[in-house]
Structure formats: C-alpha cells, structure tokens
C-alpha cells in the first residue's frame, strides 16, 4: 500500500468498496484516521472501481453493449483528467479552509461517483432490440 501513498489500514476500505459497495468503504474509512491525502487517494480509487462482483453479475446479466476500442483511450483520458482536476480542487480549499474529515471523505466519494457516473453514460448503448431480462 505504501507504493500507493496509503497506509496498510487503506486495504479495508479498499476491499469493502470492491467487493461490497462504496457505503460499505465509507464506513471503514471513517472510522480510520486518514490524510487529507489518502482519503483523496481511496476517493479516486473507489470510483474508478467498485462493488466488482455485483457489476460484473450485472453486465453479464444484461449484455452491455461498449463503444468501440478506439474510443477507450479519449474516455480514460477525459475520466483520469476529471478525477486529477476534482481532487486538485478539493485539496485546495482544504488548505484554505478547515474541512473535517467527514466533510472531505463525502467530497472526494461523490466526486469519484460523479465522474464514474457520467463516463459509464457514455459507455452504455442502450438499444431497445435488447433484452434485458427486466420487464417492467
């Protein structure tokens, strides 16, 4: 964890968010004594992947059709550039301003959240032809 700039506690929160969801991550993390730094790290993390077992049954469940390869690259770029700008911001009012660690932890998690948002909109065709197994 250290290669990452998170001390060993960081591997909780990191496999509740994984494997369970991000609430459950949420949890762990505050009941650490995080940095301001870590809690960013985790933030940026959680978002870009979590609760992986639940998705994964999800998007085999529903056959999610992708944008093609060629648009992989620009989508990261635009999503790593979001997260990087976002958490650049948060860690610059938090130096002009006191923010609790609560405060921060649910900033950096819905701004991880909101980017991962609005980049799997991109990713999902919907097609009406597809079946989903959901009637509704």
């Keep these: 964890m250290k290669q990452l700039g998170l001390s060993g506690e960081a591997i909780l929160a990191l496999l509740s968010g994984y494997l369970i969801n991000n609430y459950a991550a949420l949890g762990v993390v505050s009941s650490f004594d995080f940095s301001v730094r870590e809690i960013t790290i985790l933030g940026v993390m959680l978002g870009v992947s979590h609760s992986l077992i639940i998705e994964a049954a999800i998007i085999k469940r529903i056959k999610v059709n992708t944008l093609p390869s ?9 999503q790593i550039f979001g997260l990087t ?10 130096d002009e ?3 609790s660690q609560n405060k921060l932890l649910v900033m950096a998690v819905f701004l ?7 980049g799997s909109k ?5 097609d009406e032809n597809t079946k989903t197994g959901m009637e509704s």
């Design 85 to 94: 700008y976002g958490a650049g911001v948060i860690i610059q009012v938090t």
């Design 70 to 78: 060629q648009t992989a690259l620009p989508l990261l770029v635009g």
């Design 97 to 99: 301003e006191d923010i």
């Design 122 to 126: 991109f990713l999902i065709n919907e």
């Design 112 to 118: 991880a959240i909101g980017i991962t948002y609005l």
